[in-house]
């Protein structure tokens, strides 16, 4: 069965700064990949996905993944961090017919001024 | 972008009582759509994938007389919590499934918290 790890529970970075996220997942072919951000009592919001083609996907609110084969990683970047994007980040995978998500467990983002 | 809706947002029953929640996909059509529920500080487990114009299915462990599911049209599911204790309080959310454009994508709700008493 398929699974999903995000190693990094909490992450705190300061505003302005760099960030990555890490997502591993374990299956045997190619899966979808996505990337959901949950504001606090919220539902999840697309960040970005990836079905096939070129590795380096772009996603909304300046967001950007990248898929590796080679390290089954689909890690989460963006370049300069605000206030604003404190939330918990969801890595999912998408397998079989009819696209079944597995999620990770989530890593909250917290940004300090 | 793809947009659902659910309804209500919160809600406080009194225990033995049931619940409806609705999910819409407000500009697509959805023949499937996915039930969820959410711990404090936790990730989404999946409760049952509803299917329009059929019998929902229901992950393990997951009562499907507790939680009846019904997806009457493209753009409405409806999750009922019968006889609602407070173990059952919790953050449900839904999703719909899109299949335009290239691959399937899945598109949440903003969620529902029950709260029993």
């Known amino acids: 069965a398929q699974s999903v790890t995000q190693p990094d529970i909490h992450i705190t970075v300061s505003e302005g700064a760099s960030l990555e996220l890490r997502c591993n997942y374990s299956y045997g072919a190619t899966p979808y990949l996505f990337w959901y951000v949950q504001s606090p009592g919220q539902g999840l919001q697309l960040l970005l996905k990836?079905?096939?083609?070129?590795?380096l996907v772009q996603g909304i609110k300046g967001f950007e993944a990248e898929f590796k084969r080679s390290q089954s990683s689909f890690n989460l970047r963006k370049p300069s961090v605000h206030w604003s994007d404190a939330a918990e980040y969801f890595c999912?995978?998408?397998?079989?017919?009819?696209?079944?998500?597995?999620f990770g467990g989530g890593t909250r983002l917290m940004v300090k001024p | 972008g793809a947009v659902v809706s659910q309804h209500p947002s919160r809600v406080i029953c009194k225990s033995g009582t049931s619940v409806k929640i609705e999910c819409r996909s407000l500009?697509?059509?959805?023949?499937?759509m996915f039930w969820y529920r959410q711990f404090p500080k936790k990730s989404l487990m999946l409760m049952a994938t509803?299917?329009?114009?059929?019998?929902?299915?229901?992950e393990q462990g997951v009562e499907k007389d507790k939680f009846l599911i019904n997806h009457a049209s493209l753009t409405l599911s409806t999750l009922t919590v019968t006889s609602a204790h407070p173990e059952d309080s919790s953050f449900y959310i839904c999703s719909a499934r899109d299949i335009s454009g290239i691959g399937e994508t899945q598109y949440f709700g903003p969620g529902t918290r029950l709260l029993v008493l």
């Open positions: 999912a995978v998408g397998v079989g017919t009819g696209n079944m998500l597995t």
């Open positions: 990836y079905f096939s083609g070129d590795t």
């Open positions: 509803s299917n329009e114009g059929s019998k929902a299915t229901y």
């Open positions: 500009d697509f059509q959805a023949t499937t």
